[in-house]
């Protein structure tokens, strides 16, 4: 076992674990505010083909991953406007966005599959990806409006009386989540798999979700649950094309597994979960009560 | 008045509608979405091709990304109870969900692709592409410099895993030093994950990488890496043409074309049907002159003509599995029944099939 080999496997590592960790982190900080967005593999898929279709018909990166992000402010605007103003259930509108990304992408980009593109560098969203997270991390715990974000994730009710516009806050925080999850799912139709296929985010966006309850919502803890679950996907390949044997299914589970293990771990602290599960997610705010 | 109006353009078109005779409604079961350009693609490609010849004595229909689960039952159900008459699933794991709603429609026909069980109204039908898997591993036999092939398998069903061996019984021919790396990724349609996996593989010295998966990613991954590939169920050179070798074409329509024709007439009967290259159901791409020496796809296709008058069998004994039991004798080819049944790689292959 070389150096040569090592490093391949950490930019294997890197290049699938990306998207996971944007997606996360967008979620993380709907889910901070108190709103709960089941949407990110729709707005992942309308993010995917929408940069996609941008990169074929304008020939520009830029203006690709622009638009792509365009696509996901307007999808979870529309999913902010109904739960916030609306107030329907987040959950079953959650539900409702992804079924409808994962149909508004296969119409969008009917006509664009199997389209040849020729596929952008990963290593500046990788660097992206930390960055963003480390940004959050700061915004929440060193910033004045990280706290207020906080607070109305907390209990709306008392930042409402405190003079904060809860809905505003929340709508900004659904808004970067749904930009985060364009933003992967651009990035895995132009640089990690440079095509669009339908439905080609395969249920990272779940994948997604399940980090941010596995992070028990602290930013830091997103890059180590999406690198759990893409280096053990990585690495189970690496032990079956060297030939190890192990049993067939385990190969399967195994990245699920680790997280699942990890996550009883971190959970056993039943009070630090507490401390930092927003206390409102998924309660709709009512002004004036 | 509307009433009225209604009602008269509803008798006309009954009067109209039954003049013609009923067209007879083909339905499809997709285990992927049609672009995919790998397998879901080539059945489109074939329902097209059906719906070509017969014009409009059949009408086509198609539910795509139907998960290989109960969710099957639910799709195929959909299509017996909206009066389809023929019914193709297109998938190996839609056997049982087949079975179970074809007990409940005895006058509706089912077609399963890939299966092993038939009954009276389910006929079972599949391609013989371990004759194109011999192709290519000879091909890659003579054309990697490591040594080493990268293979991607979907999931541990006889057709993958004989697949497997046709390749390597014809690699290790030409080229006793071959090495397989495989990696079962469990999935046939994540475009992520069988481009990590082709990486990895790279990355582990492969210099071919050959897959038993839907899309192009690992073709992709292999173009962008400067290693040589074999497309998967159509011709994916457009994709990586630096690297596609071939491609292994599945080729339905006229099979389709066929059993539709036969519902039509009436005279449709359940049965088994395994074609190759000779009737024209597998088909190889065009060879890259670009990578590949003349020499070498002169050999190629000679080792056609061969399979096609059956001169060629990949499974020609002596075959040994990996415990060293001769499983075909010397000078004998291997019965259909150990082919469809084939969960076992033979020697010279490590690791082990997952059970």
Request: proline share 4%; hydrophobic share 45%; aromatic share 12%.
């Amino acid at each position: 076992m070389n150096l040569d080999f090592i490093i391949g496997i950490l930019e294997i590592i890197l290049i699938a674990t990306t998207p996971l960790v944007f997606a996360a982190i967008g979620e993380l900080v709907t889910e901070k505010s108190g709103v709960l967005n089941l949407g990110v593999e729709g707005m992942m898929l309308v993010g995917a083909v929408s940069a996609f279709v941008t990169l074929v018909i304008s020939g520009s990166y830029f203006l690709a991953f622009l638009i792509s992000i365009f696509s996901g402010i307007l999808m979870s605007g529309m999913f902010a406007i109904l739960v916030l103003y609306l107030m329907t259930n987040q959950i079953a509108t959650g539900l409702a966005l992804t079924i409808f990304g994962i149909g508004l992408s296969s119409m969008i980009g009917k006509k664009y599959i199997g389209t040849p593109i020729d596929g952008l560098s990963p290593w500046f969203f990788v660097l992206i990806s930390f960055v963003i997270v480390f940004i959050v991390s700061y915004f929440f715990y060193k910033t004045k409006s990280g706290l207020i974000l906080r607070a109305v994730g907390e209990s709306h009710n008392a930042a409402h009386a405190l003079g904060y516009n809860v809905i505003k806050v929340r709508f900004i925080a659904i808004i970067f989540g749904g930009s985060m999850c364009a933003l992967a799912g651009s990035y895995i139709s132009i640089c990690y798999a440079p095509m669009w296929q339908e439905g080609m985010t395969a249920e990272r966006g779940w994948i997604a979700l399940a980090i941010v309850v596995f992070s028990t919502w602290k930013p830091e803890r997103i890059l180590i649950g999406a690198y759990i679950f893409g280096g053990v996907t990585i690495l189970q390949m690496n032990l079956q094309a060297l030939g190890i044997r192990i049993p067939g299914q385990f190969f399967n589970m195994a990245p699920y597994v680790a997280t699942i293990i990890v996550l009883i771990f971190i959970s056993s602290n039943k009070l630090r979960i507490k401390l930092s599960a927003p206390a409102s997610l998924t309660i709709p705010f009512f002004k004036g009560k | 008045m509307i009433r009225i109006i209604t009602f008269f353009t509803t008798f006309l078109f009954f009067i109209f509608g039954s003049a013609h005779a009923d067209p007879k409604k083909v339905g499809f079961i997709y285990i992927g979405p049609p672009g995919d350009h790998g397998w879901t693609y080539m059945h489109d490609v074939g329902r097209k091709y059906m719906e070509s010849q017969l014009g409009d004595s059949i009408s086509t229909t198609y539910i795509e990304n139907v998960p290989e689960n109960a969710d099957a039952v639910r799709a195929i159900r959909k299509l017996a109870d909206s009066g389809h008459d023929l019914i193709f699933t297109t998938s190996f794991n839609y056997m049982d969900q087949t079975h179970e709603v074809a007990k409940d429609f005895p006058d509706i026909k089912f077609e399963h692709a890939t299966g092993y069980i038939q009954a009276d109204n389910v006929a079972t039908y599949s391609a013989r592409f371990y004759e194109g898997r011999m192709i290519e591993g000879h091909i890659a036999g003579h054309m990697t410099k490591t040594n080493t092939i990268g293979y991607i398998a979907s999931y541990p069903i006889p057709e993958v895993v004989r697949g497997i061996n046709a390749f390597y019984l014809a690699a290790s021919k030409v080229n006793p030093d071959i090495k397989m790396k495989i990696i079962w990724v469990f999935t046939w349609y994540d475009p992520g994950k069988e481009a990590d996996a082709a990486n990895t593989l790279i990355n582990q010295g492969a210099d071919i990488i050959v897959q038993h998966t839907d899309t192009y990613a690992p073709c992709q991954a292999a173009q962008k890496a400067g290693v040589l590939a074999f497309g998967q169920a159509s011709n994916q050179e457009e994709f990586c043409p630096d690297s596609h070798l071939t491609a292994i074409e599945d080729i339905w329509g006229p099979y389709y074309a066929a059993r539709a024709k036969a519902v039509v007439d009436g005279t449709w009967s359940s049965g088994d049907t395994w074609d190759g290259m000779d009737k024209g159901m597998v088909v190889m791409s065009p060879y890259n002159t670009k990578l590949m020496p003349a020499s070498l796809i002169q050999e190629a296709v000679n080792m056609e003509v061969a399979i096609k008058d059956g001169t060629l069998h990949p499974f020609t004994g002596p075959i040994y599995n990996q415990a060293g039991e001769m499983v075909v004798p010397e000078g004998e080819v291997a019965p259909d029944g150990m082919l469809l049944g084939m969960n076992f790689y033979v020697q010279g292959i490590d690791g082990e099939v997952p059970q």
